[in-house]
């Protein structure tokens, strides 16, 4: 005997569609729904409120699969992460991205709470990005409050999305100072809603974080980061130019978990290297990490694009180990050692025939250390390593957008390294890096 196949009959074949559809349809309207099922049974009415309650979910995601060239094997690089031993070309998923956002509306249709989940998954693993909430004041329409995990209020490049900055990666000093970009904290923001509010350009973020940021899988002291942003929303100075800006502050620090620490000293010939301080008392106090930052951005829109100009410069303090400036993610067992930096970022975009073609230049530098110079590092067998080394990068690149869901990336990082006295660092290391990157969006 043959299969059996059962009628369907027209409701339940309409049924089917709605429920299939529910959690991608946002934009369809009640209305609609209602015309084409019977609203007066409790069946009816069912579906139409999980239609209403879905129909704030908004689900987006992107995938970044790329082929990237590196000039010798085993090139450490901050455009995707170094390269094995024996290896100087590679495919690799960059970034694999689902997002589900959830807005829940008050009586008068105004946004009360909103939701973020987010998860990166590629060839390394399947991790969390994005797992915060929001909830909105309405009576004056200008205060939020954030908590969870989400990207820390610091800087302009650090809080721009991979799926839209137009440079492949980050420069290098966010990537080191700003691991991931996210951390677990609390922040409250003051952000007018109403375009007639005297201060809707501005905004301010101030929160508490945990300071370990991703790196790190729990809090391991009880000291807690402070940040800070200002910014001004893009301001039209004419109909055609725009412009926006910011000012970031840091105060944070970490558990010193030994009594040593070193700093740089010059000592009465002029010769610099870290000399240790270990008095008991270093043990347990809070290790500093102070950060400054200012950004400017430049739009000017024509009729075949836009050109946009960016500019960001950070300074600070920065405690860490003696092999990396980066936040340990666990207590260091080891001396701590605490430097003064500086870094910057800059962007040059233009739009060339239409807003489909893009061509951009990028420039960032990122000095560990601002204390040394070039030969001054390994001078005379110094205790200065290549931690303290200041790289350079200019990128230069081409971004076409196919359409709206996908758009070719074709990016080359030249990277410079200063020149010391240390071996295997007295001149330009060959870690220049081509990429070439599809990114699907949806």
Partial sequence: MGPVYLPVTTFYRKLIVILFLLPVTHTLHAQFLTDMIDTTTSLGKGILQLYKKFDHVYITGYIQPQFQVAQQKGTHSFSGGDFAPNSSSRFTIRRGRLRFDYAH?????????????QFDGSERG?????????IF??????FQLTTGMFARPFGYEVNLGSADRESLERGRMSQTLMKVERDLGAMVSFEPRRPDHPLHYLKLDAGFFNGQGLNATQEYDSFKD???RASWKPYPLSKALFISGGLSYFNGGLFQNTKYT????KDVAGKKEFVVDSVDGNFGRKAPRKYYGADMQLKWKHPYGATELRLEYWRGTQTASASTTETPPT???????????DGAFAYLLQNIVNNQHQLGVKFDWYDPNTEVKGQEIGQGGNNINATNIKYTTVSVGYNYSINENVRLM??????????????GYTGDIKDNVFTTRLQFRF
């Fill in 126 to 134: 399947v991790f969390i990005r994005d797992f915060w909430g929001r």
């Fill in 331 to 341: 207590l260091l067992l080891e001396p701590y050692y605490v430097r003064k930096f």
């Fill in 105 to 117: 509306m008050n009586k008068e249709d105004q946004v009360s709470l909103y939701f973020v989940f």
């Fill in 262 to 265: 070193y700093e740089i000293n």
């Fill in 226 to 228: 402070f940040i800070a």
């Fill in 410 to 423: 074709l990016w080359y990082d030249f990277v410079k390294n200063e020149s010391t006295s240390l071996t």
């Fill in 137 to 142: 004041e309405n009576k004056w329409q200008v």
